[in-house]
Every structure is written in C-alpha cells, then in structure tokens.
C-alpha cells in the first residue's frame, strides 16, 4: 500500500511536468530541452530560499516565475535570434546548469531542518499534492479556453492564420513556453520538498519521462471524448511512476530504469501511430467490394430498364 501511495504522490507532481511538456510538444511542436533545466532551477530557488528561512509557499511562487523567465528565454533565442528550437532548449539547458549551481552554493541541499510544506503537517502530503495539481489543471483549461489559450492552440495548428489576424506569434510562443517551464519548474520545487532535498542533476530525462507521460495518457484514455488534455496528463504520469514502482518492486536494477523509460517511450509512440493494429485481411475487402459493384450493376441495370 506505502509502495502504491508513493508511486501517486510522485505521479501527481510529475503530472506538472506533463502538463508543461504537453504544451511544448503537443500544442507548440516545440521540442523543449531546456526543461532538463528549469526542473532542478525550481529545485535551486526552493532549496535556496528554504535554508534563508523564507515561507515555503514563496519559494515555490518565486521558483515557478523563475522558470518561466527562462522558459521566455528560450522563446527569445528562438524568435528573436532565430535560434532553431532545438538549440535554443539546448543552450538554455545548458546555461541553466551553471545557474543552478550558483544558487544552491553546492551540488546538493538537504531541506530535513527547514519548514517545507510537508513536514510537521496533518494533512497527508498526496492530499496537498493532489489539491495543488488540480488548482493548476482548472486555472490551465480556463485559460486555453480564453483567446489567448486559443491562439496558443492556433500558433501550433497554423502560424499563418495567427498572423493574417494581426496578432504576433512570436509573442504568442514566448508566452507558451514560459507558461510550460513555469509548471515544469513549480514540479520541481515541489519534488525537492517532497523528497526532502535539491540536486542539481535531479533534471536529467526530464523532458524524456515527461513526454512519455504525455503519450501514455493520450494513447489510453485519447479517444475518449470528454475527458480533457491536461486529465491525459496527469493520468498518463501516474500511469508511468506506477510502471517505474512496480519494476522497482520486482527488484530491478535502478540503473536499467532509463532503459525502461526508453521501452515505454518507444512503446507509446509505436501505439500512437497505430503500429499495432491488425489489418483487415484483403480476401474479406474483396468479397465486399465485388458484393457492392454486383449491387450496383443490378441498380444500374433496373435504372436502364425504366
């Protein structure tokens, strides 16, 4: 039951990554490496403001602004300086890794003698989890249901209907990607309270796990109508720490687990573009179709003997 619990809270935290991945990927086409960065800078700026002995709830509002000014960043590189997007993510990953050492001090910050949100507290910490990723769910369908949550969408579809309605899609993609490591940061001060320290490498296949997430929810629970974008989500991301909970469980190695995610991945992104479906055999087309052309010579037939 412990081993089940665990695997929710971690899968409800890293429900924010998913969200913010989704939007990247799914909504932007913006392959966004430079969340393998604003995960452990979330983590930075919580650890760091925790030890000062600022309220825990600050840190984590100023760690969310902190990844979304580098979220921007990206955005900057890419429209501005026309930086392809793989390579803005990359340079931002990369410089974010100095930016984070600068701020913690070291490479590691433990947090067990500072007042994080889940220590000494009544409530049972899957319970805050969970009210916080559901606060963020509705604030985020409320807003891609505004005009700008709609041009956001649109940027994605089709750049050049966003621009014949005078609006300026390069703001339209700094303000989603900051939006999207703005939540992937907020996950990563959260987990650095929930699991009682900061890492400066706590990112690494940051990007990769949560895009898996993001494919397992859409290809399980995708062609049910009503169940909305940011629902798959979070789905999708409990799905995959239960998956990494029970290999863990059966004793497998941690150091396999990056092959596992691989596998998972693959796996997903296979079914999502119906690899595994069985086709209908020809013989059976056939018979139909020669089924339909007698049908219609008989009609035409009748019609010719009117």
């Not at 990953?93 to 984070?100: A, C, D, K, T």
């Not at 940061?185 to 959260?190: I, K, M, V």
């Not at 863990?248 to 691989?262: E, F, G, Q």
Request: positive net charge; charged residues 15%.
């Amino acid at each position: 039951m412990e081993l089940v619990v665990n695997a929710l809270e971690q899968g409800l935290l890293f429900a924010l990554v998913a969200m913010g991945v989704y939007i990247t990927y799914k909504i932007l086409d913006f392959p966004d490496l430079s969340v393998d960065g604003t995960f452990p800078l979330g983590a930075a700026i919580s650890a760091a403001f925790l030890v000062n002995g600022v309220n825990a709830w600050v840190s984590i509002i100023v760690a969310t602004i902190g990844g979304a000014i580098a979220g921007a960043i990206t955005g900057f590189l890419h429209v501005k300086l026309k930086i392809s997007n793989l390579m803005s993510g990359i340079l931002v990953m990369m410089g974010l890794y100095s930016v984070n050492l600068r701020i913690m001090g070291k490479s590691n910050i433990p947090l067990f003698n500072t007042n994080y949100i889940f220590k000494d507290t009544k409530i049972s910490p899957i319970f805050i989890i969970l009210a916080i990723v559901i606060v963020v769910k509705v604030i985020l369908d409320l807003y891609l249901k505004t005009k700008s949550g709609f041009l956001l969408t649109a940027v994605g579809d089709n750049e050049q209907v966003v621009s014949s309605l005078g609006v300026n899609k390069n703001l339209v993609k700094v303000l989603g990607l900051a939006i999207s490591n703005g939540l992937v940061s907020l996950a990563g001060a959260l987990t650095a309270q929930h699991q009682g320290f900061s890492d400066v490498t706590m990112g690494t296949g940051i990007v990769v796990m949560g895009l898996a997430a993001v494919i397992i929810g859409v290809s399980i629970f995708g062609k049910i109508s009503f169940i909305k974008v940011t629902t798959l989500s979070i789905f999708g991301a409990i799905i995959y720490k239960l998956v990494i909970a029970v290999a863990l469980w059966m004793k497998l190695n941690p150091n396999d687990l990056k092959i596992l995610t691989a596998v998972l991945v693959a796996i997903a992104l296979a079914a999502n573009n119906n690899v595994f479906k069985f086709k209908r055999k020809k013989s059976n087309t056939k018979s139909i179709n020669d089924k339909g052309g007698d049908d219609d010579a008989k009609d035409s037939g009748i019609m010719q003997g009117f």
